[in-house]
Each structure stands twice: as C-alpha cells, then as structure tokens.
C-alpha cells in the first residue's frame, strides 16, 4: 500500500457543496430579515386608545 492520501470522494464533496450552499443561504436569508427588521420596523408601537381593532401606530420623536 502506498502512503498516498486518501481522495476525497464524490459523495463527501456533494455534501460539502450542499452543506456550504446552505449556510451561504441561511446566512443571505438573516441578512434580508435583519435590513427589514431595521427599515421598515419601527422602533415604537403605541395602541390607539378607543379602537375596537386595536391600531398600532408610530411614535415619533420629539
């Protein structure tokens, strides 16, 4: 037997890629959440009083 490494075969490879592939994903996917979350939430609710759906609006700074 020679003392040639090992080769990495297909099955581990395809895995890798897939693996890689979803964290790149996941990572792009909390990224897009976190830049709605910071734009178009604001950062003050308030419940309009006398309202049988319970509106939210926004409170603005002073």
């Known amino acids: ?8 075969g297909v099955r581990l ?5 897939y693996a890689a592939f979803l964290m790149v994903a996941g990572a792009g996917l909390l990224a897009a959440v976190w830049e709605f979350l ?8 308030l419940i309009v009083p006398g309202s049988s759906r319970r509106y939210l609006a926004r409170v603005t700074r002073s």
């Not at 037997?1 to 990495?8: A, L």
């Open 1 to 8: 037997m020679s003392m040639r490494g090992r080769r990495v």
């Open 13 to 17: 490879k395809l895995t890798l890629s």
């Open 38 to 45: 910071l734009r178009y939430v604001p950062e003050r609710l």
